[in-house]
């Protein structure tokens, strides 16, 4: 099954991955951080870690129910709004976290904009699969 939206979007994630992963290898290079958060050494890294670490906490479980939205038939413009909304409040709570000193606002929006996304794609899955 094709799912072209959905495949959008995780594409996007995906590119948006890159460069989260790149700051926390390049903060560990720099502050000769092997493993862990480095701490003791510097909070830049454990805040990148957050953000890399957050992100791919809940764009997974997003893009699944994204899928499922899609396979099932769900209106395009819907899956787009989510989609949307998941890759904004991703960037904007990143944003937050990579900021220094962090930027409890930025964060807040960006997790308000993900909860958007997973609870838009999870009720636009199970209309789908109830309604057809």
Not at 7 to 23: D, Q
Not at 60 to 85: D, F, K, R
Request: hydrophobic share 60%; proline share 4%; glycine share 10%.
């Amino acid at each position: 099954m094709i799912v072209p939206v959905t495949s959008f979007y995780a594409a996007a994630a995906a590119f948006l991955l890159i460069p989260l992963s790149l700051w926390v290898i390049f903060a560990r290079q720099d502050l000769g951080v092997a493993w862990g958060d480095g701490a003791e050494a510097d909070g830049r890294l454990m805040r990148l870690r957050r953000a890399h670490g957050n992100f791919i906490e809940y764009v997974p479980m997003a893009l699944i129910v994204l899928m499922l939205a899609e396979i099932q038939g769900a209106p395009s413009w819907a899956l787009h709004v989510a989609g949307n909304s998941l890759l904004s409040g991703r960037v904007v709570h990143a944003a937050g976290l990579i900021r220094f000193p962090a930027d409890l606002r930025f964060r807040v929006v960006g997790m308000v904009l993900t909860f958007t996304a997973l609870g838009a794609g999870t009720l636009a899955a199970l209309w789908a699969t109830f309604a057809g």
